[in-house]
């Protein structure tokens, strides 16, 4: 089992940064892939960026590549996502999730989930 909180949002203007945490516990975490994912109002949830249990494997969305970092660190159990450069369109609820299966950018292949933290970005 992994129980996932998120920190880290609010409101920035555009071009700004925030950084994301996701802790978790759990004994597994370590063994966990993670990732970000994000929603907008009344639109599906959609892949952020994803990370191997090792760190050797990363994955992002074209949106948020070149601009979002993800990183962890599993002596701490959490997660991180470095925002730089961000846009209004980046304004979302941002969700970390956990697998015990190959990291992906597939929702479905996440069984675990945090319950979400706000990110507004200004114009």
């Known amino acids: 089992q992994v129980q996932l909180v998120e920190s880290g949002g609010g409101l920035v203007q555009a071009g700004g940064s925030l950084r994301l945490s996701c802790a978790a516990s759990g004994r597994t975490f370590s063994r966990a892939g993670m990732a970000w994912f994000r929603q907008a109002p009344g639109k599906e949830r959609e892949f952020v960026a994803a990370i191997s249990w090792s760190g050797d494997n990363i994955y992002y969305a074209d949106s948020v590549k070149g601009r979002f970092t993800i990183s962890r660190d599993n002596a701490k159990n959490t997660v991180y996502l470095q925002m730089n450069s961000l846009k209004a369109e980046d304004t979302r609820i941002y969700y970390c999730?956990?697998?015990?299966?190959?990291?992906?950018?597939?929702?479905?292949?996440?069984?675990?989930w945090g319950h979400g933290t706000q990110v507004t970005v200004s114009s």
């Open positions: 999730a956990a697998t015990l299966r190959v990291v992906t950018s597939r929702l479905d292949y996440y069984d675990y």
